[in-house]
């Protein structure tokens, strides 16, 4: 589907540039000078397919989602043909022929589609010749193998029989589970392997037994049987389990937090594109607080403090000075101030806050020099706010250090949703629904209303 795909995208923009601006004599003369172009769009599309399948064919009923990730697509490969022929043909953007670009656009929606739709039915059929069922022995006859039956059974992509299961339990032998029995003890896998046509075994046993697979795993290899074992060892939230191999050796991985490798890359891109556009307005503001710092009280202009980042890596964070100098020394003194509830620290009216101070807390301008971090790698512009070393050594929950498994930012959630006003459990909750929910397309909800929310300063301390 991936390459039929491409293929339909590089005839419909030929087809396009045939419709649009030539007449039948002339094909082979559109086709010379397209080439290159046509090339380069074949390419494109092979990355932007390899990360988006809107096309792709599954077991089950099409996705509702299908027209608009096709949709999708085609824009961004619009844009992409845009950009490309601007720079190949040196053309400024009103002399574009976008009429050659829309008609190519339409054509390859409207092939994409119908082939879609065509051969989605033509699949279940040409399965016909492969109708052979897949005969799976199950090790284990408790909840986790009557889970696996279930499973399979209800797998239509090809038809699944259950040839049975073995049990640790002999006295189990014989009886029934879903409609399928026991054939006997994880003892006789030899036997049962040779009696019976057997394409997989699956063990489904708890934890508590694996020290058994081995024997079992050395009886499929002998007989020549696939062997599979479920994944699902422990009792926490996976998010994704696959097998990686470094040499000889496999490693079964279990992620709690997935986050496509692509996708970060694209936000990583997005920041440093971003503080490069910004840093000719930022730069001279920074220089106008670096002066009011200077001539409003004695001390450093920067404050330096080591703050808990990604995977618990400590770095020095960098912000404008915003209270009298060696602040930080004067802590304890302060301490029974704090109006936070939970881990943090947090005074509306510190008495270490200087003027100039105060109102850079109120504008978040105290932030600024933050954006170097992002520079370096050591930050991102959307993320959980970079705490202190002081905070983090006083979460006395694990959850609380899941934080950690995403690079912090500049803002996040709950600096659009009231920010120091919200207690140290809210914030939690909203740093776990950011790490759990994130897309680019929340970063950029975030990024567009954490302007308001800094221009009111609201909830700033």
Known sequence: MILLNILLLGASM??????????????????????????VSLILGTLFLSFDRPLQVAAGPPRDDTLRRLLVLISVLLVAMFILKLVHYQQPPGGMDRGILLTSAALDLVLCVAVYISLFPQRHASLGWR???????IIGSGSRARRLTETLTRWTANPVYIVGYLDPDPTRVERSVLGYRILGTMGDISTVLKNHV???VVMAIPRAMISQAERIAQACEDEGVKFSMMADLFEVRVRRTQLVEFGQIPLLTHEIIVQAEWKLMVKRAIDIAAILCILPVVLPIMGLVALAIKFDSPGPIFFLQERVGLKKRRFKMLKFRSMVQDA????AQVEHLNEAQGPIFKVANDPRITRVGWWLRRSSLDELPQIFHVLTGQMSLVGPRPMSTRDVDRFDEGVQRRRFSVKPGLTCLWQISGRSQLPFSEWLRLDLHYIEHWSLRLDFKILWKTIPAVLKGEGAV
């Open 131 to 137: 109708r052979q069922e897949r005969r799976v022995l």
């Open 14 to 39: 030929w087809l396009g540039k045939v419709i649009v601006s030539t007449g039948p004599g002339e094909l082979l003369g559109v086709l010379t000078p397209t080439v290159s172009l046509v090339s």
């Open 198 to 200: 057997i394409d997989e």
């Open 328 to 331: 930080d020394r004067m802590q």
